[in-house]
Nanobody
Framework: QVQLVESGGGLVQAGDSLRLSCAASGRTLSFYVMGWFRQAPGKEREFVAT????????SYADSVKGRFTISRDNAKNTVYLQMNSLKPEDTAVYYC???????????WGQGTQVTVSS
């Protein structure tokens, strides 16, 4: 079993930055991909970013490309999401997830709220 705990959310103004963290514990996550998703009120959960085990490959949603950066520290079992130039439309609950491949996220965190005011 794997436990994921997100942190770093909060209330910021448009144009500000936030850094989300997701700490994993439990079984070994060797070769697991890690990703960030978000869900705004009344909307479906959507993909934000993903990173492979070696951190050699990343992928982003078009809506965050150039503003958000995903990274990971395998020694700390932690994945990060650096969010710059935040917009009100980035307001959502952000979830991290992990799994053996990007098409199979097996474990999810409880989410952290990000609110961006205009």
């Amino acid at each position: 079993q794997v436990q994921l705990v997100e942190s770093g959310g909060g209330l910021v103004q448009a144009g500000d930055s936030l850094r989300l963290s997701c700490a994993a514990s439990g079984r070994t996550l060797s070769f697991y991909v890690m990703g960030w998703f978000r869900q705004a009120p009344g909307k479906e959960r959507e993909f934000v970013a993903t990173i492979n085990w070696a951190a050699s490959s990343t992928s982003y949603a078009d809506s965050v490309k150039g503003r958000f950066t995903i990274s990971r520290d395998n020694a700390k079992n932690t994945v990060y999401l650096q969010m710059n130039s935040l917009k009100p439309e980035d307001t959502a609950v952000y979830y991290c997830a992990t799994g053996p491949r990007s098409s199979q996220y097996s474990y999810w965190g409880q989410g952290t709220q990000v609110t961006v005011s205009s």
